[in-house]
Structure formats: C-alpha cells, structure tokens
C-alpha cells in the first residue's frame, strides 16, 4: 500500500466539500477521483500533497516513497530549451556520466593497487548508471517529447516562448521522466490532442508505479484506470473497475436506494393508516395498540430520500423549421496563414439528421473550418453553400456571444424576450444552474459555467444546424451526459469539432479526420474510425500516414496496394462514401457467412452424434431421415465456403 486516506473532511466556511473520505492506493495501481465540478476533487488533491490542510483526517504516503504531482495549472518556466527542461529532470544521471568520464581519464595515469581502486569504483558507477537508465536517458527524452506532441523541430525552442498550454505539457514530461512511485495528476488530457492522449494511456498503463488521476474524460479513463473514487455531496465511495463498471454499478446502487427509500416510506403511510383507524376505534385496548405501533415508528431508523441526480435532468432540442435533405456543400475548400497550409481542396456534404464530427490533430485547421462555415474567418479558395431553410446555431470556444455584465437570467430573458420566467428558470436549471443561480453574473463564472450557460442559449434558438467548437470543453462528465443524451436525440443536424472519443463515440454518426491538409472520411462512430484509420489514411491521405506519434499510423501490405490504385487519382468524398459503405457491407457479409457456417457445422456434429446411437441406427427411417439433412447440409455448407472464399478475396 503506497497511499491511505483517513476520514479526511474539509470546509469552506459554512459549506462542507469532503465529509470523512476513506480509501487507500495499492502498489502499481490506476485509480480516478471522479465527481461534479466543485466536489472537491481538486482539494482533494491539494490535501494529499500537503498543500491544503484538512479539518480533520490525514493522508499517508508509505515510507520513503517518492511522489509526483501535477496541478492543472503547472507549468515550467525559464530560459532553457524544451529538451534542456526534460534532461535536467535527470541531473542525477547526467551527474554520474560526467565522473564517469572523468575516472575514465584518469584511469589512464593509475598502476597497480590505485588502478585497481579505480576500476572497482569504476564499476561500482557503471551498474549503477545502468540501473537508472542512464544509456537510454536521451531516447527517454525524445520519447517522451514526442509522445505529448512535440516535433523534434521544437525540441531547440525556448520554455518561455511557449503558450500555457506547452508550459503544462512539459511540466508532465518531467514528471513522467522523474518515475517517482505514485503519480497525481489534475486533468492531465487538457493540453494534448486525441494521438498525444491516446499515447499517455498505454504509458499510464505501463508504468511501474501508482498512479491517482483527476479527469473528465471518460474513455481515457476507462483505458487505463482499475479503480473510482467518487465523491458526492462530501461523501467518498470507492468502486472497482473503470469509468464504464462505476457508472453501471452507480446506476444500480442509486435504483436499489430509491427502491428501498419508496418502500419505507409506503410502509410508513401504511402504519399511519393502522395507528390513525385504531384510534378512531375510540376503545382502551385499540387505543394502546396504536401506541405500540407509534413507539414502534419512532424507533424505524428513517432513510434519506437519495439527492436528485443531476444527469437524469433532459433537455430537449427541437428545431422550429425543418431544413432539406442537403444541408451543407463544400466543395474545394483551403486556407492557409502564411507559408502555413492548413488544408486545401476540401470536399464533404452534410445532410439532415446527420452528427458529424470534425477530429485532427492541434493545429490542422479545424477551429478554423468551422469559423469559415461561420463567416468568422474567409476561406483562401473554394465555396460552400447551405441547404433550403438552414439556420446555422453556432457554439464557439470563446464564448463571445455572452455579456458579461448581464445575470444568467438576463442573459436568457433578453435573448429570447417571450420566454416566461417559469420557462427560463427551467432551462437553466437544466443546465445545473438552479436557486440564486440564476442571479450570478455572466462574469462570476467559471470557464465550464459560461459553457452550459452557452449551450443553454443556442439550444433556445431553435436553430436546425447546429456548429459547436469543442462543446465538452471544462464541462463535468455529468454535464457531458446531459449534452450527449440531448444531441442524440436531436432530430437536426449536427457538425462539431471536439477530441472528446467518449463524446464522439456516444454522438457521432459519421467522422471527418482533417489530416494531411485533406479530410477523411469515416462511416461510423469512434471506436469504428480507430478500426478503419490505419487502411482508409494510407487511401486517401498517403502523405499523412506513418507521422503519428508512438507509430500509431503504420502501412499495411493493403493499405500499400489501394495507395497506388489512390495515386493516379484521389477518390473524391462520394467515391469515398461509396467505398466505405462497399467495405462494410463486406464485413458484415462475411460475419453473416460465418455464423451460417458454424450453426451448420454444430448441427451435422450433432447429426453424427446421433447416428452412433443405438435407438437411431437400428431405426432405418430416422437414419435416412438424417443422412438427407446431412446431404442438404453438406451441399449448403460447399455454397457458403464459396461465399466465404469469395468475400476473402474481395479488396
């Protein structure tokens, strides 16, 4: 046990966050604090570390353990470069390099016992060096580096050119490097993109210590951790598993709860209806009776009515106009700023009903994709058009649409001036903005608030299409939830951009990776696209195919054959559509063929079983009966095996 947890508690004035939370780390576990904004997840943290003192309770770490964490604002700072940073992690190891060199100079000038001396010392620092990875120290860097998104062209920049963001990022590569024994790290996916997260996940997993996660994104959460710790209203419960186990298992605590609650309190009104007949009896021995059974209720140990789940609140979006069947057309989209390409001859449609998501690495336009369908930004060349009754409804990272001198109740009430205030007060509260909520200002709130209260006034709108720039952005999950159930039953149209996986996975219908400086086209939700990357990425953007970090990306002997068919002409949207859509009819062909095969296989080993029984063979009638089942079945099975080899040998 490298953690424990003692019925730690804390208080902010009158408002209790942690309310006695008990739990211990194991040696190379995973484990997530889960929890709403504002549960004291965070403090949590702090208390862990020491940084916070807690009202009462104390965390352990076991003795001589070394710990590492990471804030959600840490960043590095100075004027050494982005590689330097990370090597000085290892000052130690570079340390003991330098005396070895410099034993081994002078080992050059020493005889007999001092040689002798030296070369044992010598040694000594040598498997010690070895021992700390000291000969792959400066791969562990570039590794390292390159796993969290940065180019080896930036390893040479300075730390304090950088943005906030690349701040955090090495600030976690030296934590990484450091391998202390247990790791804490505060939203650790923030600053990194899908490839660069999806890295850090097999990383998490491999790595030889603990590791305590503070985080939002659920599939990141459900690779790699083994163990939650939620907290909820103050109060701690662990669960094992993953994010996907935790939410089942909460689900069916919470039904088990509210059954147990509505049952008591049916037999409480039951026992009140009894005690108030026996005293209408108006009789001694009826009257003691009902004071039997009130003693007996006042000794009931009465249940808690279990707290309004926040994530069972809907939200229902309706566009007022149903748009045409073709929503949006792009056809030779590009731009650049600068020397800078971010993508050029872009071709896609959207039609109704469709949930598109936009996803690519930082940096490859995508932002500025949806700002040109916006009018924010003009586009370099090409056009786009919208469909017959399209009202765009757009959500941006920036939030620029709010007032910040307004309340959330203005905000709404001005914006749409015929909502009642029964009306407004529900959808807010829709959004988790309940009570004295409503009467904050704009500019009180955190970065997440102004996300919902953003959300909340576009889905007023009534628009038909709605654009959304990373809309889960500083949400909690149980926010995220909300949005997720909301959208999938949205009957409009939908296109956002988001790294999200869990979002999209539970949101997307189709899935445009903007990479290369060209999209790709995935039929299907994310788990489908992580299936289809590596083949459809060496079609259709053969340049772009091999660069991910960790090797994420590698060409297939298949891949490589449909890239020479791609060269002498890239396939255009539909083409690409079409293609898709031919593959996986093939997949769920051959899938169809195999079960056929198998359930006929089963019946003819049974068929054989039969025939060696006595009560069968001596019947020539049944006998018959089965060896033409058995004709029938073997005729079938040689079509399907034909079917089989045929669909196999289908590119």
């Known amino acids: 046990m490298i953690l424990t947890c003692h019925h730690i508690s804390k208080a902010f004035g009158t408002e209790e966050i942690l309310k006695d939370i008990s739990f211990h780390i194991e040696d190379r576990e995973k484990a997530a604090i889960v929890g709403i904004n504002g549960a004291g997840k965070s403090t949590l943290l702090k208390i ?95 590794g390292i580096l390159k796993g969290l998104g940065f180019g080896e062209s930036e390893f040479q920049k300075a730390v304090d050119t950088l943005s906030g963001g690349q701040k955090t990022r090495v600030a976690l590569g030296k934590l990484l490097l450091a391998r202390p024994d247990i790791i804490l790290l505060d939203e650790p996916t923030n600053h990194l993109d899908m490839n660069s997260i999806a890295w850090l996940e097999t990383y998490l997993q491999n790595y030889p210590g603990a590791v305590v996660i503070v985080a939002h994104d659920r599939y990141f959460l459900n690779k790699v951790v ?171 990272q920036e939030h620029h649409v709010l007032h910040m001198e307004k309340t959330l109740f203005e905000e709404l009430s001005d914006a749409y001036p015929n909502l009642t205030n029964t009306q407004i007060r529900n959808v807010l509260a829709s959004f988790l903005f309940t009570g004295d909520d409503a009467f904050k200002r704009v500019s009180d709130l955190s970065g997440g608030e102004r996300g919902r209260l953003s959300l909340a006034r576009l889905m007023l709108s009534q628009a038909n299409f709605l654009i959304l720039d990373e809309p889960t952005n500083h949400l909690d999950i149980v926010s995220k939830e909300i949005l997720e159930s909301a959208l999938k039953n949205y009957t409009g149209t939908v296109l956002y951009v988001s790294h999200d996986r869990y979002f999209i996975n539970e949101t997307a219908t189709r899935i445009l990776e903007l990479t290369g400086n060209t999209l790709v086209n995935y039929i299907g939700n994310y788990d489908y696209y992580l299936e289809k990357r590596e083949e459809l990425t060496g079609i259709y953007a053969p340049q ?69 029984q006595p009560e069968i063979y001596s019947d020539v009638e049944k006998c018959m009966g089965f060896n033409q089942e058995k004709n029938t079945i073997s005729q079938e099975l040689e079509r399907l095996y034909e079917v089989w080899e045929a669909l196999m040998s289908e590119e």
Request: include cysteine; proline fraction near 2%; glycine fraction near 8%.
């Open 48 to 142: 862990i570390m020491r940084q916070l003192a807690p009202d009462k309770g104390e965390a352990v770490f076991a003795r001589g353990a070394s710990v590492g964490y990471l804030s959600q604002h840490d960043a590095v700072s100075g004027g050494r470069t982005i590689y330097e940073e990370l090597l000085s992690t290892r000052q130690s190891v570079l340390e003991l390099e330098q005396r070895i060199r410099a034993l081994e100079r002078d080992m050059k000038g020493l005889e007999g016992d001092a040689l002798n001396e030296a070369l044992e010392t010598y040694n000594r620092m040598c498997t010690e060096f070895e021992n700390q990875n000291g000969y792959a120290c400066e791969s562990e860097v570039t």
């Open 544 to 612: 772009a195919a091999g660069t991910r970090p960790g090797g994420l990306f590698g060409a297939s002997s298949a891949a490589g054959e449909s890239r020479n068919a791609a060269n002498d002409g890239r396939l255009d949207w539909k083409q690409q559509k079409e293609e898709q859509a031919r593959l996986r009819k093939r997949q769920n062909d051959l899938k169809k063929t195999e079960e056929q095969i198998q359930q006929l296989e089963t019946r003819n080993a049974e068929i054989d079983a039969l025939l060696i």
């Open 226 to 396: 083994t163990k939650i710790i939620e907290i909820d209203n103050g109060k701690g419960t662990v669960f094992p598993g993953n994010y996907s186990d935790y939410a089942k298992k909460k689900q069916q605590l919470r039904e088990t709860q509210i059954k147990a609650y509505l049952n008591q309190q049916q037999e409480i009104r039951r026992q009140e209806e009894v005690i108030a007949k026996l005293r209408s009896f108006n009789r001694e021995k009826s009257i003691r009776r009902a004071e039997s059974r009130v003693k007996a209720l006042d000794k009931v140990e009465r249940l808690e009515r279990p707290a309004d789940v926040p994530s069972e609140m809907k939200i229902r979006l309706e566009p007022h106009i149903e748009s045409g069947n073709d929503v949006l057309r792009v056809e030779g989209l590009a731009k650049s700023f600068g020397s800078l390409r971010l993508f050029s001859d872009l071709n896609f449609e959207i039609r109704r009903g469709e949930k598109v998501a936009i996803i690519g690495d930082n940096g490859t336009g995508k932002t500025t994709l949806l700002k040109i369908l916006n009018g924010v930004e003009t586009a370099d060349a090409g056009s786009f058009a919208l469909g017959s009754r399209v009202h765009i409804g757009y959500y941006d």
